[in-house]
Nanobody, 119 residues
Framework: QVQLVESGGGLVQPGGSLRLSCVAS????????MGWYRQAPGKQRELVAS???????NYADSVKGRFTISRDNGKRTVYLQMNSLKPEDTATYYC?????????????WGQGTQVTVSS
């Protein structure tokens, strides 16, 4: 069974930074493309950053230049370094696989980690 455990969220002032972590189990992590998704209140969940098994990364325009995704296959962990945070980054952040359709295909979601950007 797939388990995804996100951590590292919190309350931060605009312009601040946070580093999110996600440990995955129940999948062969090293061969899966992984991504960070977020969902703000009243909005649809969106993919904001992805990293392929080979290390190539891709970002949504809204976070490009501010967020950095990385992975440690030995620890089955994917990270999201978030800098220059803005109030509009406030959301619950989730990690998951990224399938050929560009969306999660693991069949499971974790509990997410809340990021609140506010002064």
């Amino acid at each position: 069974q797939v388990q995804l455990v996100e951590s590292g969220g919190g309350l931060v002032q605009p312009g601040g930074s946070l580093r999110l972590s996600c440990v995955a189990s129940g999948i062969i992590f090293s061969i899966r493309d992984m991504g960070w998704y977020r969902q703000a209140p009243g909005k649809q969940r969106e993919l904001v950053a992805s990293i392929r098994r080979g290390g190539c990364t891709n970002y949504a325009d809204s976070v490009k230049g501010r967020f950095t995704i990385s992975r440690d296959n030995g620890k089955r962990t994917v990270y999201l370094q978030m800098n220059s945070l803005k109030p509009e980054d406030t959301a619950t952040y989730y990690c998951n696989t990224v399938g050929s359709t560009g969306w999660a295909n693991s069949g499971s979601w974790g509990q997410g980690t809340q990021v609140t950007v506010s002064s």
